[in-house]
């Protein structure tokens, strides 16, 4: 199994990747990971550089790790040496509440984490619970549905009347309501019929582009994911095989063989 990625060639050093990442500005850094689940290390010396409001999107088999590290990012897993920054500062062992709650990083819960019974507006007001002021949170709830008139108009619904594309939208919005700089996002077209990842990824455009938030996504959907994004890493057991810009990857004959059904 291993054999098929040994014509990729030599790994990316942290120079590569620092250049993808090359407007001076980097907002988060992984330096030389090494990090699991209890004693077993998945990701082994793994380097990551992302811009304020660029994307990063992470590729690769199952089981390589890539949603290890959005799970390191934000704090859910045993981290045995390394270090994690934001704009310069470690944040490497901060609690996911820490993360989330004064440093401004999101993980967007997925995968029916919508309450069924409860209203929208009850959905996503749950995604400031974290917050002191709750003030601050109706008033990010007040925004979102200004924004989103199809959540706007079902916010007193309960979520389970959503679309499967609305639903994922009322995910994304709830992690929004912190008024995080950073969106860690783990397949967001799982499970979604074709013309609700559109969509999904349509929001995902506008929330970098017009809201500047910096977005690290996984994405099975490899050709989605690398079109969307303006970095792309191919992660094999743990380890970078690949970096380059999204679009450069979509040319890539290893990247388009391995992972674009080329
Ligand atoms: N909570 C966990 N506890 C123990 N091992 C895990 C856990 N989550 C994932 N793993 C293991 O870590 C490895 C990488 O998994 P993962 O990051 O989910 O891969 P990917 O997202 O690339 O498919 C796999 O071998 C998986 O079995
Ligand atoms: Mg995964």
Same mark, same amino acid.
């Given at each position: 199994?291993?054999?098929?990625?040994?014509?990729?060639?030599?790994?990316?050093?942290?120079?590569?990747?620092?250049?993808?990442?090359?407007?001076?500005?980097?907002?988060?850094?992984?330096?030389?990971?090494?990090?699991?689940?209890?004693?077993?290390?998945?990701?082994?010396?793994?380097?990551?550089?992302?811009?304020?409001?660029?994307?990063?999107?992470?590729?690769?088999?199952?089981?390589?790790?890539?949603?290890?590290?959005?799970?390191?990012?934000?704090?859910?897993?045993?981290?045995?040496?390394?270090?994690?920054?934001?704009?310069? $500062?470690?944040?490497?062992?901060?609690?996911?509440?820490?993360?989330?709650?004064?440093?401004?990083?999101?993980?967007?819960?997925?995968?029916?984490?919508?309450?069924?019974?409860?209203?929208?507006?009850?959905?996503?007001?749950?995604?400031?619970?974290?917050?002191?002021?709750?003030?601050?949170?109706?008033?990010?709830?007040?925004?979102?549905?200004?924004?989103?008139?199809?959540?706007?108009?079902?916010?007193?619904?309960?979520?389970?009347?959503?679309?499967?594309?609305?639903?994922?939208?009322?995910?994304?919005?709830?992690?929004?309501?912190?008024?995080?700089?950073?969106?860690?996002?783990?397949?967001?077209?799982?499970?979604?019929?074709?013309?609700?990842?559109?969509?999904?990824?349509?929001?995902?455009?506008?929330?970098?582009?017009?809201? $500047?938030?910096?977005?690290?996504?996984?994405?099975?959907?490899?050709?989605?994911?690398?079109?969307?994004?303006?970095?792309?890493?191919?992660?094999?057991?743990?380890?970078?095989?690949?970096?380059?810009?999204?679009?450069?990857?979509?040319?890539?004959?290893?990247?388009?063989?391995?992972?674009?059904?080329?």
């Amino acid at each position: 199994m291993l054999d098929q990625y040994s014509v990729l060639g030599k790994a990316p050093g942290i120079e590569d990747l620092k250049k993808l990442s090359s407007s001076g500005n980097t907002h988060l850094t992984i330096n030389n990971l090494n990090a699991g689940y209890g004693k077993m290390e998945i990701l082994h010396n793994f380097d990551l550089f992302v811009d304020k409001a660029q994307s990063l999107c992470l590729i690769g088999p199952n089981g390589a790790g890539k949603s290890t590290i959005l799970h390191s990012i934000y704090g859910f897993t045993s981290i045995f040496s390394g270090k994690i920054e934001i704009d310069g $500062k470690d944040i490497t062992n901060l609690t996911p509440a820490e993360k989330l709650k004064n440093v401004g990083i999101a993980y967007i819960l997925q995968d029916n984490s919508v309450f069924p019974d409860m209203t929208v507006e009850e959905n996503l007001l749950m995604g400031g619970y974290i917050k002191d002021k709750t003030d601050e949170s109706y008033e990010e709830a007040e925004k979102i549905f200004q924004k989103y008139d199809r959540l706007r108009n079902r916010r007193n619904q309960p979520a389970k009347v959503l679309s499967g594309g609305e639903r994922r939208l009322l995910e994304i919005s709830r992690a929004l309501v912190m008024k995080p700089s950073v969106l860690l996002v783990d397949e967001p077209s799982i499970g979604l019929e074709p013309k609700y990842i559109e969509m999904v990824f349509e929001i995902l455009r506008d929330l970098q582009q017009n809201e $500047k938030k910096t977005i690290i996504l996984v994405e099975q959907n490899a050709k989605k994911g690398l079109e969307f994004a303006d970095i792309g890493y191919v992660l094999v057991s743990g380890e970078t095989a690949i970096a380059g810009k999204g679009d450069d990857l979509l040319s890539n004959p290893d990247v388009g063989r391995l992972f674009l059904g080329g």
